[in-house]
């Protein structure tokens, strides 16, 4: 039996090196490497003619939501036994048209047992062909991020469409983006002119890549510049709303109205175009609001922001017309994507998980004990920076409500004698993001082949901790699992949540079905109390702050707030006041109390606690907490504060 007669039983038909499955009602397409026609040949060899005598070769196809799963399965019945093999493939596909690259196919065994029954001889054969699809990766959109204030925005509106996008600076690494399936590039707006001499241009390798490229307002004047352009300062600065007017139809403006209002932030201004460049839209005040050449792309203007008024479907218009990006960024995608891609990297090896209890640990380390099992063990660290009765809490519900196998480690006195007179809360950070890392180093020896620590890194923190390749840096603050970390570390680095914002990890712990007591946990930093206290960290204080966080976080539980805020916390000032208690003069601590609301804490408010609600929960930490004779309450937002006071 041959190739083609087994595709053909099947109910495959090979055309030149690739087979089409006929499978009722389908319509998919396989592309094959000759190594699985080698396989598929083979195969039949193995079994000669009895593979003719055996009754049935049946194939079934099943599509299971968006992951292609191919079953084949063999009987050979002899008249006096019935076997089956079961070959399978199971390949990740985002679209259900897509047509897969290529197949890797491994032979695991060729036949493994031969034994005589009732005087005649029955040949088995256990042959698995453990076929794994290429996985299609990610369409990601890239955005350079050349300093605006709206930059973020624009990866909230790609990723509120359901469209991966990465944020990144300038002069980045291009081997940053190898093995990457990258469909276009986004450069945002900025705070340079062309004209400064240290203005960050476009890296000449991205244009060398021939794929779409979008430039908003600074990007735009860049693209208008290297293209021998001109540029130049306005007299007339444009602020605010203008009335955009579409000159020529473009893919770019698809069903956007021919005037439209936009949101203009810019001072500089294109004066000519550069050659074979087209105009597609302008303004009043600017007589190029919009060009297109070939693959690229500009627009003065800022669609990413709610005053521009068809701003998401530019931006659509851009990912999904121009770029062809597959809108199929969700939950299910990212955790069945996820689970291969751990698989993958960590292989046989062993993964530590420095777990907190927080959402974003926890589902980290769900994720990776979906994909790698009982090669993940957890670590959970009491470094003495917890919130009352946490280690307790924390253990309990990783257990019975996560099923982890976590071991929890007692390095209280290792930590504060490491924060003893540090001030600093750059300095506290990273001696804390070390102390973890030497700890889970030390457990890593006890356990056999660990070769991965994992942790619940989010986006917002790589944003706040970056520092471009250049090393110039734009730290607000090192988050200890990021900018905290040592520079070298005996274990690799496994960060599943590296790419997403925090209101998308709460939707990917509601498809992991995640109990709701865990994800509305509010947000807790990885150095714990020691960034809730200004200053030097002590036993003393932290047993002040650990009493009236709870009073405060107990309070707005029963208001029937926690749910509706998105972080509430109580800060431990280093300023002490005069006040009154009986009829003594005293001089104590203030307690600064912090409610914020946001999505992704990119950006956050102030959470509006009523004015009851704050008498109560003062009136109590007064009371009932030593050494505390003022508190109040925090009404900034972010920016220009951060959300933590350290």
Not at 569 to 581: E, K, W
Not at 610 to 638: A, C, F, P
């Amino acid at each position: 039996m041959n190739p083609e007669s087994l595709c053909k039983i099947f109910g495959r038909v090979p055309v030149n090196g690739k087979t089409i499955v006929k499978g009722p009602g389908q319509k998919l397409l396989e592309t094959l490497s000759k190594s699985s026609l080698w396989i598929l040949q083979n195969f039949s060899i193995f079994f000669k003619e009895d593979i003719n005598k055996g009754i049935g070769l049946s194939a079934s196809l099943f599509l299971i939501e968006n992951n292609l799963l191919m079953a084949y399965s063999l009987s050979a019945i002899t008249d006096r036994a019935k076997y089956v093999s079961v070959g399978m493939i199971h390949t990740f596909s985002f679209n259900k048209s897509e047509i897969v690259s290529f197949i890797n196919i491994f032979f695991i065994f060729l036949f493994f047992l031969v034994f005589k029954l009732n005087q005649k001889s029955i040949l088995l054969f256990y042959i698995h062909l453990i076929c794994s699809g290429k996985i299609l990766k990610q369409d990601t959109i890239i955005i350079l991020d050349y300093g605006s204030q709206y930059t973020r925005l624009i990866s909230r509106r790609l990723r509120e469409m359901n469209v991966f996008c990465d944020l990144v600076s300038p002069d980045i690494d291009k081997a940053f983006f190898d093995n990457r399936n990258i469909k276009g590039f986004i450069l945002s707006g900025g705070p340079n002119s062309v004209f400064d001499d240290e203005a960050p241009k476009i890296p000449e390798w991205i244009l060398d890549t021939k794929l779409p490229i979008l430039g908003i307002c600074y990007g735009m004047q860049l693209i208008a510049e290297r293209f021998y352009g001109s540029v130049e300062k306005s007299d007339k600065r444009e602020y605010g709303n203008a009335e955009l007017i579409i000159l020529n139809e473009n893919p770019l403006f698809s069903n956007v109205p021919k005037n439209n209002n936009v949101w203009m932030s810019h001072g500089d201004k294109i004066i000519e175009l550069p050659k074979k460049f087209n105009l597609i839209a302008n303004t009043s005040n600017s007589f190029c609001a919009a060009f297109n050449y070939e693959n690229i792309w500009g627009v003065q203007f800022h669609p990413e922001v709610d005053n521009t008024d068809y701003g998401v479907n530019i931006l659509s218009n851009f990912s999904s017309k121009i770029c062809n990006v597959n809108n199929n960024w969700n939950a299910k995608n990212f955790i069945n994507n996820t689970i291969a891609n751990i698989k993958d990297t960590v292989e046989k090896s062993n993964v530590i998980c420095g777990i907190s209890g927080g959402v974003d640990s926890s589902i980290a380390a769900t994720l990776i004990h979906m994909a790698i099992g009982n090669q993940l063990t957890s670590i959970f660290v009491d470094n003495g920076l917890l919130r009352k009765n946490e280690p307790e809490n924390v253990m309990s519900f990783l257990k019975k409500d996560l099923g982890l196998n976590v071991i929890k480690i007692d390095a209280k006195k290792r930590f504060l004698k490491k924060l003893k007179g540090i001030t600093d809360p750059e300095q506290k950070r990273k001696i804390i993001g070390k102390e973890f890392i030497k700890v889970f180093e030390l457990e890593a020896r006890k356990l056999r082949d660990v070769t991965h620590l994992a942790q619940g890194t989010l986006y917002s923190d790589v944003v706040e901790s970056a520092v471009t390749k250049s090393g110039h840096t734009s730290v607000i603050k090192s988050h200890h699992n990021v900018g905290g970390l040592p520079e070298k570390m005996n274990l690799k680095l496994l960060e599943p949540l590296r790419m997403l914002f925090k209101d998308e990890v709460r939707k990917i712990g509601k498809e992991l079905k995640i109990n709701n007591q865990i994800l509305d946990r509010h947000p807790f930093p990885g150095p714990g109390l020691a960034i809730r206290i200004m200053g030097e960290v002590t036993e003393e204080k932290l047993t002040i702050l650990r009493d009236a966080d709870e009073i405060f976080i107990n309070e707005i539980k029963k208001a029937n707030l926690y749910n509706k805020i998105w972080q509430a916390f109580a800060v431990l000032t280093n300023i002490q006041s005069v006040g009154v208690m009986g009829d003594n003069r005293t001089y104590e601590n203030c307690i600064a109390l912090r409610a914020v609301n946001s999505n992704d804490a990119m950006t956050a408010d102030w959470a509006n606690i009523s004015k009851d609600t704050l008498s109560i929960i003062s009136s109590r930490i007064i009371n009932e907490v030593n050494g505390v004779n003022r508190i109040v309450y925090d009404i900034t937002s972010k920016p220009p504060s951060t959300i933590e006071w350290e």
